[in-house]
């Protein structure tokens, strides 16, 4: 059963029709991975369909291309202020439905609203949050309503790639000295909370997000026949890296965001898990052995490095040694670690001068946004308004968001966009039958809205 939110004390009428326009941003495919194939023509056209639907917004905030499709709009306030501005973020690219079409109860495309939702790719992930906010700031204006601070939005074109023009925005802005006092992205959302002793429907609030790293393990053999072996073969040699690896997990950290989510655990579970949440967040040592031990795959996530071979190959022959092999590792990395110190330690671990580490990509995990300061008492606020009785939780973030690149220099960074998304419909984010519900969309306008005129001067 979803749940049901309490009606919202600010009445003030938004403007109608917010599930029109997400159906007909969803009709146009701007699938990133895509683009090579599809041209340049849907984000142009997307681009296009954004003057048009948002006509205040784009006569009042000058906006600039920053990469080849990414939007940045600067909203003036009304007098020169001094106060460091803030960074609403959302992506306008999606992954790509090919291959699963068959699946979806409607097509991907088609933008259909059925029974009070909006289904399609990107409803959730992320044209439904870019809705809500440019509704946000389009019914502001229609108000006369200015920010008593400067006001970025900046809106990605290819979050799904990894957002390479999300970076090079947030570089560009910091060169031009942009130092945002708080920076919102997506990665958190109005749900419910997977923990034990917890139920109803909190808004999620990401403080931070773990690294990212590929790491190819190697080794070469010397071929021949293999009826004559010497030693470990090539195949051999990776695979007891990989063996050793799996054997030797990373060692437990815990977080300071794990434990601000302890603590928010405690307040909010019932008696008998408050209890357990309350000494968790007190003993974070002993707390973090048992979420590793005990707390399942999401539980040891929070507290340690995780790490996962993905790729293995290696031999072209059943009867010839194999002159090479290679296996693939996917890394998590723990917030409080770096990247470097993750490769010395596969070194170590691996303990075998003839497999070679080679890193493949690596992005840092980032810092930790704090939750007892005014930025978050703000979301909390934003949350409010759209969500009557719903409390915010800080959360670690596992996933990837554009928010990192900001995260290195800004301070207060923080992953949530303001939509319900029930538990039994979170696989539609990059799965099948992604919907959000009108109702979720209209409460998400709310949220931005407050959270803009929440703003201190
Ligand atoms: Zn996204």
Same mark, same amino acid.
């Given at each position: 059963?979803?749940?049901?939110?309490a009606?919202s004390?600010?009445?003030?009428?938004?403007?109608?029709?917010?599930e029109?326009?997400?159906a007909?941003?969803?009709?146009?495919p701007t699938?990133?991975?895509?683009?090579s194939?599809?041209?340049?023509?849907?984000?142009?056209?997307?681009?296009?369909?954004?003057?048009?639907?948002?006509?205040?917004?784009?006569?009042?905030l /000058?906006?600039?291309?920053?990469?080849?499709?990414?939007? +940045?709009?600067?909203?003036?306030?009304?007098?020169?202020?001094?106060a460091?501005?803030?960074?609403?973020?959302?992506?306008?690219?999606?992954v790509?439905a090919?291959?699963?079409?068959?699946?979806?109860?409607?097509? /991907?495309?088609?933008?259909?609203?059925?029974?009070?939702? @909006?289904?399609?790719?990107? *409803?959730?992930?992320?044209?439904?949050?870019?809705?809500?906010?440019?509704?946000?700031?389009?019914?502001?204006?229609?108000?006369?309503?200015?920010?008593?601070?400067?006001?970025?939005?900046?809106?990605?074109?290819d979050?799904e790639?990894h957002?390479?023009?999300?970076?090079?925005?947030?570089?560009?802005?910091?060169?031009?000295?942009?130092?945002?006092?708080?920076?919102?992205?997506?990665?958190?959302?109005?749900?419910?909370?997977?923990?034990?002793? @917890?139920? &109803?429907?909190?808004?999620?609030? &990401?403080?931070?997000?773990?690294? +990212?790293?590929?790491v190819?393990?190697?080794?070469d053999? #010397?071929?021949?026949?293999?009826s004559?072996?010497?030693?470990l073969?090539?195949?051999g040699? +990776?695979?007891?890296a990989?063996?050793?690896?799996?054997?030797?997990?990373?060692?437990?950290?815990?977080?300071r965001?794990v $434990?601000?989510?302890?603590?928010?655990?405690?307040?909010?579970?019932?008696?008998?898990?408050?209890r357990?949440?309350?000494?968790?967040?007190?003993?974070?040592?002993?707390?973090a052995?048992?979420?590793?031990?005990?707390?399942?795959?999401?539980?040891?996530?929070?507290v340690?490095?995780?790490?996962a071979?993905?790729?293995?190959?290696?031999?072209?022959s059943?009867?010839?040694l194999?002159?090479?092999?290679?296996?693939?590792?996917?890394?998590?990395?723990?917030?409080?670690?770096?990247?470097?110190?993750?490769?010395?330690?596969?070194?170590?671990?691996?303990?075998?001068?003839?497999?070679?580490?080679r890193?493949?990509?690596?992005?840092?995990?980032?810092?930790?946004?704090?939750?007892?300061?005014?930025?978050f008492?703000?979301?909390?606020?934003?949350?409010?308004?759209?969500?009557?009785? $719903?409390?915010?939780?800080?959360?670690?973030?596992?996933?990837? #968001?554009?928010?990192r690149h900001?995260?290195?220099?800004? /301070?207060?960074?923080?992953?949530?966009?303001?939509?319900?998304?029930?538990q039994?419909e979170?696989?539609?984010?990059?799965?099948?039958?992604?919907?959000?519900?009108?109702?979720?969309l209209v409460?998400?306008?709310?949220?931005?809205? *407050?959270?803009?005129k929440?703003? /201190?001067?």
């Amino acid at each position: 059963m979803h749940a049901a939110f309490a009606a919202s004390a600010d009445s003030t009428p938004a403007r109608p029709g917010i599930e029109e326009r997400l159906a007909a941003l969803i009709r146009i495919p701007t699938v990133s991975a895509e683009r090579s194939v599809r041209g340049d023509e849907p984000f142009e056209a997307l681009i296009a369909l954004l003057a048009e639907f948002y006509p205040l917004l784009h006569q009042h905030l /000058p906006c600039e291309r920053i990469g080849d499709l990414g939007l +940045v709009y600067r909203w003036a306030p009304a007098e020169e202020s001094a106060a460091d501005p803030v960074v609403l973020m959302a992506h306008y690219d999606v992954v790509p439905a090919a291959g699963q079409e068959a699946e979806w109860s409607v097509p /991907p495309f088609e933008g259909r609203i059925v029974d009070g939702q @909006v289904w399609g790719r990107g *409803a959730l992930d992320d044209k439904g949050a870019l809705c809500t906010l440019l509704d946000a700031v389009e019914n502001l204006l229609a108000e006369d309503w200015t920010p008593p601070r400067t006001v970025w939005l900046c809106l990605g074109s290819d979050e799904e790639l990894h957002g390479a023009t999300a970076k090079l925005i947030a570089e560009t802005l910091r060169s031009r000295g942009v130092r945002p006092w708080l920076v919102l992205d997506e990665g958190g959302a109005v749900t419910e909370v997977p923990f034990p002793g @917890v139920s &109803g429907t909190y808004a999620m609030v &990401g403080l931070a997000e773990k690294g +990212v790293m590929s790491v190819e393990l190697s080794a070469d053999g #010397t071929g021949g026949h293999a009826s004559a072996p010497t030693g470990l073969t090539a195949v051999g040699r +990776v695979a007891r890296a990989v063996a050793r690896l799996n054997r030797n997990p990373f060692d437990i950290r815990m977080p300071r965001t794990v $434990v601000s989510l302890l603590a928010a655990l405690a307040v909010h579970a019932e008696p008998a898990y408050a209890r357990l949440w309350r000494l968790a967040a007190a003993a974070p040592w002993p707390a973090a052995r048992l979420l590793a031990a005990a707390g399942g795959a999401d539980g040891a996530a929070l507290v340690r490095t995780s790490l996962a071979a993905t790729m293995l190959s290696g031999g072209s022959s059943a009867n010839v040694l194999p002159s090479s092999a290679s296996a693939m590792l996917n890394i998590r990395v723990n917030v409080g670690e770096t990247t470097a110190g993750v490769v010395a330690r596969l070194r170590r671990v691996i303990a075998d001068p003839k497999v070679s580490v080679r890193v493949v990509e690596a992005d840092e995990p980032t810092p930790e946004s704090a939750s007892d300061n005014a930025q978050f008492a703000l979301i909390e606020d934003c949350v409010e308004a759209g969500y009557p009785g $719903v409390d915010a939780i800080p959360y670690l973030t596992t996933a990837a #968001t554009d928010g990192r690149h900001w995260h290195r220099f800004a /301070p207060a960074v923080y992953r949530f966009a303001p939509l319900y998304i029930p538990q039994d419909e979170r696989d539609g984010i990059h799965g099948r039958d992604e919907r959000v519900a009108i109702d979720s969309l209209v409460r998400g306008e709310r949220c931005y809205r *407050a959270l803009l005129k929440g703003l /201190p001067a």
